[in-house]
């Protein structure tokens, strides 16, 4: 027989088997929404966001895993882009940013891919400084150099409007005159060989395809003694003519007229001239 304490002892058990059920249910479908190619890609987001980059990676990872066709998947693998390349592994940067502009050419943040794939041969080249950041990458072999530039170009050239242009091109000029640097340093290596037409060959690569970079100095100052020395005596007075009207404060000009320099000394298109590179 039931007693009122009876009946209310079972009732709140079946209240609380309810709210039992209920919460249950709820997480449940907390886990479902979670597992959603929308959770999985917030999730990602909030990593993004805190700057967490691995756990974005195998979060993005994972979603293109299980969502490869879905809504989410050429925004997914912008972001996993971006969080390769801001977690400097620039090698995996670089191959999946060229994947995403072959296979998506007309999306509409395509540009952000060309502009990663580029930037990514550019840290691969200042990866050349050596373990302290303190080698001057123009002491090295500039093939490196050579693809950052010309991807760069490339990708200024397809997109002159876009927004990532400006660090596009500042990082041109870094690597026009680490190039250009490198020139004057094998010049350097056949003017103490006594060969002064390669020498000469060399610093006319740097007025021909580096203009304007601060080596373009030095590299006159190769031509006029490499004419002096070849007898080319015209060629060497529009050399001259050229350094003094460009760059008055050079220092050859330092005694106030011309002075060659001491090929034992002076060499001053050796020294870092890093443009920020080891900052």
Known sequence: MFTVAH??????????LSLAILLSGCAVLGDRT???????????????????????IERLTDLQSRFPFGRYAQA???????????ASDYATALIEADRFTRLNPEYQAVDYAWFIRAMSYYRLFLANRGVF???????????????????LLDFTDRFPNSAYREPALTAMIVLKDSLARHELIVADFYIRRGAWVAAAERAQVVIQHYPGVSAEADALVVLI???????????????????QQT???????AT?????PKWSEDRWWLKLLTL????
């Open 7 to 16: 009946s209310a002892k079972k009732v709140s058990q079946m209240a609380f």
């Open 34 to 56: 979670q597992d959603t190619e929308a959770g999985y890609y917030q999730t990602a987001q909030t990593y993004l966001d805190k700057n967490n980059y691995s756990l974005a």
């Open 76 to 86: 997914t693998a912008l972001d996993l882009i971006y969080a390769r390349y801001q």
């Open 133 to 151: 950041g303190k080698v001057d990458p123009a002491i090295r072999s500039p093939e490196q150099g050579q693809k950052a530039f010309f991807a």
């Open 225 to 243: 003694e490499a004419y002096a020395t070849l007898n080319l005596d015209t060629e060497r007075q529009l050399s001259l003519a050229r350094l």
């Open 247 to 253: 760059y008055p404060d050079h220092a050859v000009f």
């Open 256 to 260: 106030g007229s011309y002075q060659a």
């Open 276 to 279: 920020g590179l080891t900052s």
